[in-house]
Nanobody, 117 residues
Framework: QVRLVESGGGLVQPGESLRLSCATSGVNSRIHVMAWYRQADPGKRREPVA????????SYADFMKGRAAISWDKSDNTLYLLMNNLRFEDTAIYYC??????????WGQGTQVTVSS
């Protein structure tokens, strides 16, 4: 199993940037895919923001294309999400996700991102 701990959330103004981090521990070598999801409120579905596979290919939700960069530093077992030009509608709890071979899905506890003027 893999343990995921997010950090880096906070309060920012529209147009500013924020970098989220997700520290992983456990069987990191068996992680196939990592991703960031977000949930704007408990009544809404958790939606994917950005995904990175073990070989390194990335994909982004349409609402985040051109404004975000996901990266996975395997030397320090950390997943990152750099978000630029943040908007009010980016306000949400952001969750780190990992798919582990033989272990299934793992989720972090989430980090709050609030975009407000």
């Amino acid at each position: 199993q893999v343990r995921l701990v997010e950090s880096g959330g906070g309060l920012v103004q529209p147009g500013e940037s924020l970098r989220l981090s997700c520290a992983t521990s456990g069987v990191n070598s068996r992680i196939h895919v990592m991703a960031w999801y977000r949930q704007a409120d408990p009544g809404k579905r958790r939606e994917p923001v950005a995904t990175i596979s073990n070989p390194g290919s990335t994909s982004y939700a349409d609402f985040m294309k051109g404004r975000a960069a996901i990266s996975w530093d395997k030397s320090d077992n950390t997943l990152y999400l750099l978000m630029n030009n943040l908007r009010f509608e980016d306000t949400a709890i952001y969750y780190c996700y990992a798919y582990v071979a033989g272990g299934g899905d793992s989720w972090g506890q989430g980090t709050q991102v609030t975009v407000s003027s």
